[in-house]
């Protein structure tokens, strides 16, 4: 049971360029989320998701896109990035029956 | 707007002693959750112990346990028999059950010695 994966593990971006964060679960839970925690800060909720084709914004939505066409999968989209985006991201799953959400190991991301 | 406060940023113990990280929370709802969560070197969130805030009994997980204080709006985290896998931060999360989101901390870190 691999709970939930994240790819890739770190990456180095020009300011400007766009990437995609990869994020798959294989729980079957229903809710899905982003977090971004910049140094020596807590989790903040970029966007979240209740289930495929259901999304919303979370805390700090500007610069990022998601989209969740399946269960299992819960890409974030960054399209102009910029060195403020500079951050250490978790995707997350969440287990309905306990509301306890479960974490990817993270993406290291450097905006230069 | 709910709010979570962590007001020790740093803590260290000795092992095999005992420790207590603090969490205070604002809200004014009757029902949620609230976790606490460790982050290792290594960055992965790793759920410690959570608690539904309609239980009274304070809830624990081997060496872990909570100090709940509903009124106060009060969740400590007490570590018994500390190890040095314990090293890590901790975050205290609330969750109000009317939404879907999670509320973190600023963290406190905790240093165990040998």
């Known amino acids: ?112 | 707007a709910q709010t979570v406060t962590q007001s020790q940023p740093e803590m260290s113990v000795q092992e095999a002693e005992t420790v207590t990280l603090s969490c205070t929370y604002d809200t004014s709802e009757s029902n949620y959750y609230l976790f606490w969560y460790k982050q290792p070197p290594s960055r992965q969130m790793i759920l410690v112990i959570r608690q539904e805030a309609y239980k009274q009994q304070n809830a624990t997980e081997n060496r872990f346990s909570v100090n709940f204080q509903k009124a106060a709006k009060s969740f400590s985290l007490k570590i018994s028999d500390s190890q040095l896998g314990d090293t890590a931060m901790y975050f205290c999360a609330f969750m109000k059950l009317s939404t879907d989101k999670l509320i973190f901390g600023t963290g406190t870190r905790l240093q165990v010695f040998p």
Not at chain 1, 3 to 17: A, H
Not at chain 1, 92 to 101: I, L, N
């Open chain 1, 1 to 112: 049971n691999a709970g939930v994966t994240q790819t890739p593990k770190f990456r180095i971006l020009k300011i400007g360029q766009s990437m995609t964060l990869q994020c798959t679960q294989d729980m079957n839970h229903n809710y899905m989320y982003w977090y971004r925690q910049d140094p020596g800060m807590g989790l903040k909720l970029i966007y979240y998701s209740v289930g495929a084709g259901i999304t919303d914004k979370g805390e700090v939505p500007n610069g990022y896109n998601v989209s969740r066409s399946t269960t299992e999968d819960f890409p974030l989209r960054l399209e102009l990035a910029a060195p403020s985006q500079t951050s250490v991201y978790f995707c997350a799953s969440r287990d309905r029956g306990t509301d306890t959400q479960y974490f990817g190991p993270g993406t290291r991301l450097t905006v230069l």
